[in-house]
């Protein structure tokens, strides 16, 4: 039986990861590359930074570890930020040599908002991987993001202030009950039940970075089913395993009415 609805693609989906190494800490490297084999294979991997710099020195064992290619960008004005051209320009010109169906883009920097809406224009896969203090937009204009502290289990430690790693305290995650009751109600049949998959699309579609783990749950089916006000069935499969259907549990003033 298969409860949920993890966003499948086929190994064959080749991936171009570009990581603003200077927004982005190493020590996760090892789980991002892990969260990105889900969605496809990372044909390219790359690094943007000035390499020449203590700054990035925690990031150059993890390169040779991971077979990321580092893009040297020296920093010629004070004040200007020139990994983040260098990595646009690298995702346009793999965009137009047409090898890649979609691009992971790595950075909480806003820069990227207008090239992950360039580059879905286009017909690619935009996945987002940043900090909490990602700023919305650049947010919505992947086709999914995922926050950085949901790949690993260890509790996080404060920041030394001045660090790398130092953000701004994160936003709480959207109420669940409103995103699962919309979901629910937007995707079910005339009976109200709605097929996980369906309400699973529709979540990743209205809100790029919902992600059961936010809630306490590794998969949607576990975080349906822990949830009082859904009512969940096994349905079995034509040809393959059961599906999970859910529907919102009737209120007391709608069970009156329909008496």
Request: glycine letters at 6%; charged letters at 25%.
């Amino acid at each position: 039986m298969r409860d949920d609805v993890e966003v499948t693609t086929s190994d064959a989906t080749r991936l171009a990861v570009l990581i603003d190494s200077d927004n982005t800490t190493a020590r996760l490297t090892t789980e991002l590359l892990e969260e990105i084999a889900k969605y496809g294979t990372p044909t390219i991997k790359r690094a943007y930074g000035d390499w020449t710099t203590q700054h990035l020195v925690a990031w150059k064992e993890e390169l040779l570890r991971h077979a990321i290619q580092p893009v040297q960008q020296f920093a010629y004005t004070t004040g200007k930020n020139s990994t983040d051209s260098a990595l646009i320009i690298d995702a346009m010109d793999l965009l137009y040599a047409g090898n890649l169906e979609g691009f992971v883009i790595v950075s909480s920097d806003s820069d990227f908002t207008r090239l992950a809406t360039r580059l879905r224009e286009s017909g690619m896969t935009v996945y987002g991987l940043g900090r909490r203090n990602t700023p919305a937009a650049f947010v919505a204009a992947c086709d999914r993001f995922i926050y950085l502290d949901l790949l690993t289990e260890e509790p996080r430690e404060p920041a030394p202030r001045g660090s790398d790693d130092e953000e701004e305290p994160a936003p709480p995650p959207p109420n669940l009950k409103k995103l699962l009751s919309t979901a629910i109600s937007s995707t079910s049949k005339d009976d109200g039940w709605s097929n996980l998959g369906e309400v699973g699309a529709y979540l990743s579609k209205s809100h790029a970075a919902f992600d059961a783990r936010d809630y306490g749950h590794s998969k949607l089916g576990e975080l349906v089913r822990a949830q009082s006000y859904v009512e969940v069935k096994d349905v079995p499969g034509p040809t393959g395993p059961s599906q999970l259907w859910v529907r919102l549990k009737p209120t007391p003033a709608k069970r009156a009415r329909s008496r």
